[in-house]
């Protein structure tokens, strides 16, 4: 059942998203608790500064993950221009890892950030379902 | 047909050029494929892979969803209010059920 | 030192030494600030999911009779307010204890012609969530009821009983241990104020039933069957145990 090829690395995964652009540091709040109590609905919120250069707009927010089962979180698109525009999910962390959103913006240019999360598990775990 | 449970927390007015959040809430499993049942067989993977919110009519925001996302999957997201008029929010899963739901602003 | 300290002084020593207990605190007390302002959060609270099926499920004529609660019992704001706070509860007819959700299957089966919800099932979660959420904010109110005593007996000596391959009792952990760290969360004092509750390591809302298995299993004991004497009789314990914190309903917790 198992896929035999390994996961694309967060590496692989942002560059995929880039479609080849650099990609650079800066520009993006990624907003991730560095510890969580359960793996199971992180908060993550992602906002784009105001600095983001006149006429330019976002078009795409892509969210990774270093050891999740899959590399890809989500990928929101913006069909409207929206100044600092901002999305926010829950997602599962499986164990501690790198959580990495990238945004790319309406002249192709991409921005990146990357938080370290450390994920506690739950003490005891049940039976499966109730 | 709407399912009962969606949360949709939005403004009922605005100021045209307001940029405005808009949060989502709605009950779904998020199966993610990778469970497996008490007799070892793999639970089936059923997500909702897909959310659109449609403003007048125009996508204005969507979401491809992985089986990252949470249970119950949350997503806020802002937009500018331009006009008055129905957000529209579209939840497909991979079963292919679609949840719908509605949200009327009033954009002065 | 003033005299006035001095007195002072000897007040906080003599109420450390006469074993004074901690203050009472709610489950939110030891949780994450990400979870606690999720559960403050009543559009993203995922538990207020399953509280707005509840609604619905109200006003649905089902059975039978084709009734739906609504039919005797009007706006459950009104008439569901402070009912989960006094509950586990003596019912007559029956000679039993009744937990909210039992309460409501009996309304099923007697006065709605339907059949009983499954334990744990969607919309027994979902109605019990919607009229325990109509005493959010109320002091939990077990009621002095002189027929509650065996009852209330056996549930504390269940909480105090060791079980299990590891040898604990809710005590153990609950009372004594409360604060302290089991593997990444803090142990709570145990007190169910917002049952049904969306627990995150669920993904979903479930009973004070499902946690104290779940806790049984835990500890490597078999668990009490849901509808169990037991665990009623633990609900009722536990209740009493924690008045008079205010209902919570739903909580989120990890």
């Given amino acids: 059942m198992a896929d035999a090829t390994p996961r694309p690395t967060l590496a692989e995964a942002i560059r995929k998203f880039a479609n080849g652009r650099e990609v650079q540091t800066g520009l993006l709040e990624l907003d991730v608790p560095p510890l969580v109590e359960n793996g199971n609905a992180v908060g993550v919120t992602v906002q784009i500064g105001p600095g983001i250069g006149v006429g330019l707009h976002v078009r795409r927010i892509g969210l990774f993950n270093e050891k999740n089962p899959l590399a890809e979180i989500a990928l929101f698109h913006f069909?409207?221009?929206v100044p600092s525009p901002k999305v926010a999910t829950r997602v599962r962390l499986?164990?501690?890892?790198?959580?990495?959103a990238v945004a790319e913006l309406s002249d192709g240019s991409c921005w990146e950030s990357t938080v370290h999360v450390i994920v506690t598990l739950a003490a005891c775990i049940e039976d499966l379902g109730p | 047909m709407?399912?009962?449970r969606v949360l949709i927390n939005a403004p009922a007015t605005a100021v045209a050029g307001e940029v405005i959040e808009i949060r989502t809430l709605i009950a779904h499993v998020m199966e993610t494929g990778h469970r497996m049942g008490a007799q070892g067989e793999v639970i089936p993977r059923n997500i909702i892979n897909r959310f659109a919110c449609r403003y007048d009519g125009a996508e204005v925001f969507t979401a491809d969803l992985f089986p990252a996302i949470a249970a119950n999957p949350f997503i806020a997201f802002t937009v500018v209010a331009t006009r008055s008029g129905t957000l529209a929010f579209e939840w497909t899963d991979d079963q292919g059920t679609i949840e719908t739901a509605a949200h009327s602003l009033i954009v002065t | 030192m003033s005299g006035r300290l001095a007195a002072l002084a000897a007040l906080c020593f003599a109420a450390q030494t006469s074993g004074a207990e901690p203050a009472k605190l709610s489950g939110l007390a030891f949780v994450s600030q990400q979870t606690r302002a999720l559960q403050a959060d009543d559009t993203g609270n995922p538990g207020m999911l399953w509280v707005l099926e509840g609604e619905q499920l109200w006003s649905a004529r089902t059975g039978t009779a084709a009734k739906a609660c609504a039919d005797c019992h009007g706006a459950a704001p009104q008439s569901m307010r402070g009912v989960a706070a006094r509950y586990p509860a003596f019912d007559a007819s029956e000679r039993r204890l009744l937990n909210l959700e039992a309460r409501i299957d009996q309304c099923r089966t007697l006065r709605q012609g339907a059949p009983a919800f499954t334990p744990e099932s969607r919309e027994?979660?979902?109605?019990?969530?919607?009229?325990a959420h109509q005493s959010r904010g109320l002091p939990i109110a077990p009621p002095r009821d002189p027929r509650l005593a065996p009852f209330l007996a056996s549930?504390?000596?269940?909480f105090r009983q060791r079980r299990g391959q590891l040898d604990l009792s809710c005590h153990d952990c609950h009372d004594q241990r409360a604060g302290q760290k089991l593997a990444g969360n803090l142990i709570p004092q145990a007190h169910p104020t917002g049952y049904p509750l969306y627990r995150l390591e669920w993904q979903a809302v479930g009973s004070l039933q499902r946690r104290l298995r779940g806790c049984m299993t835990g500890v490597r004991a078999r668990a009490f069957d849901y509808g169990s004497p037991e665990l009623i009789d633990l609900e009722l314990?536990?209740?009493?145990?924690?008045?008079?914190?205010?209902m919570e309903t739903p909580a989120v917790r990890p």
């Fill in chain 1, 94 to 100: 499986a164990t501690t890892q790198d959580v990495t």
């Fill in chain 1, 79 to 81: 069909g409207m221009p």
């Fill in chain 3, 155 to 158: 549930g504390a000596r269940l």
């Fill in chain 3, 237 to 246: 314990f536990l209740m009493s145990r924690a008045a008079p914190l205010p």
């Fill in chain 3, 124 to 131: 027994l979660l979902a109605l019990a969530s919607f009229v």
């Fill in chain 2, 2 to 4: 709407s399912g009962a």
